[in-house]
């Protein structure tokens, strides 16, 4: 079944396209570092969450599957992955997007609509029946699409951009509670999106030449929040919103401070893997982060074959 997700991947993207991720194919790298909030060792043992700053790498990308899409494009979405430097080479990975809630709740519906989306060699679109009959067989597709596109649509910078990780995951603090949540890096600079005009005139890689003037003449500054899940809150199923009041942590301030040239030469690939845990943090039982890893791996095989 991974293998055929990737390969539905490539399809919607006319792809493959060798040396590149199946989808968040185009990225910019960056060096940044990660200072926990005393309340984030409240919350978590977490070898990053106890105080001490750690160095972090984060990629930012444009979310298609194609290396050239414009990223003023208004679907295509971002997205930041966060790798947490731990010790002893061990990481810890956050992989998000802008998206409120994801499309599918299992890896068998996302493969099913990943075939809906992929074009008829006829029309360059995808077929509006398959589609339509995905649609109206899963509603949560429908949902996640309407809260999603007003999100995706291209901020005037990937640090003007507030990004989600989705899934539930457990926060174990030193007495073994285990603290059920939802991350969120919010921009410290605010979400701004582009203009109508802005949009139609955006150089294809604008996004990429920005973060690299920004960085040049100072940092960009994410808070990483975590939602605490209410009693009643899914932990299982990354399609349904948090509904209501929430309360949310501050867990600490992420600093990008410069782009790494040439961060993955050949035979160097950096893999963000949203089950990359560590001691302190547990997965839920989401499905779809449970596949993740499987997926990415097929990719990953590709990408540096
Ligand atoms: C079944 C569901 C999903 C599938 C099959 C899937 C598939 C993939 C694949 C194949 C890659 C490329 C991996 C690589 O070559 O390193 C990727 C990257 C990525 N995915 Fe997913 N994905 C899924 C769900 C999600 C969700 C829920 C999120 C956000 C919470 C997400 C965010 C990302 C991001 C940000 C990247 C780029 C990471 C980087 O910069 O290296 N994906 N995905």
Request: charge should be negative; hydrophobic fraction near 40%; aromatic fraction near 8%.
């Amino acid at each position: 079944m991974w293998e055929e997700i990737v390969d539905a991947l490539h399809a919607v993207n006319g792809g493959p396209h060798p040396g590149y991720r199946a989808v968040h194919a185009k990225g910019t790298v960056c060096e940044a570092t990660f200072t926990p909030t005393p309340e984030a060792k409240r919350l978590s043992r977490a070898a990053h969450l106890q105080g001490d700053p750690v160095e972090a790498t984060v990629r930012f990308s444009n979310a298609s599957g194609h290396p050239r899409t414009p990223d003023a494009d208004p679907l295509a979405g971002r997205g930041m992955a966060v790798k947490f430097h731990l010790a002893d080479g061990e990481a810890t990975d956050i992989v998000s997007v802008p998206l409120v809630v994801f499309f599918a709740r299992n890896p068998e519906d996302f493969l099913e609509m990943t075939h809906a989306r992929i074009p008829d060699p006829e029309t360059g679109q995808p077929d509006p029946e398959k589609l339509g009959a995905y649609f109206a067989a899963h509603p949560e597709a429908g949902v996640a699409l309407q809260k999603g596109i007003p999100k995706l649509a291209p901020t005037t910078s990937f640090a003007t951009s507030d990004y989600r990780a989705l899934h539930a995951f457990g926060l174990v603090d030193a007495d073994d509670r285990t603290h059920w949540g939802r991350y969120t890096w919010e921009p410290e600079a605010g979400i701004e999106y582009l203009d109508e005009e802005q949009q139609q005139t955006a150089d294809r890689d604008y996004l990429e030449a920005e973060l690299r003037e920004r960085l040049a003449g100072g940092i960009a500054r994410f808070t990483l929040e975590f939602t605490l899940a209410n009693e009643g809150d899914t932990l299982v199923d990354p399609t349904v919103e948090w509904e209501g009041e929430h309360e949310v942590v501050e867990l600490g301030e992420l600093e990008v401070i410069r782009v790494i040239e040439d961060a993955e030469p050949a035979g160097s690939p950096i893999v963000f893997d949203p089950m990359r845990l560590t001691e302190g943090i547990e997965p839920s039982d989401d499905e779809i982060l449970a596949a993740r890893p499987k997926a990415y791996s097929v990719s990953i095989e590709r990408r540096t074959a």
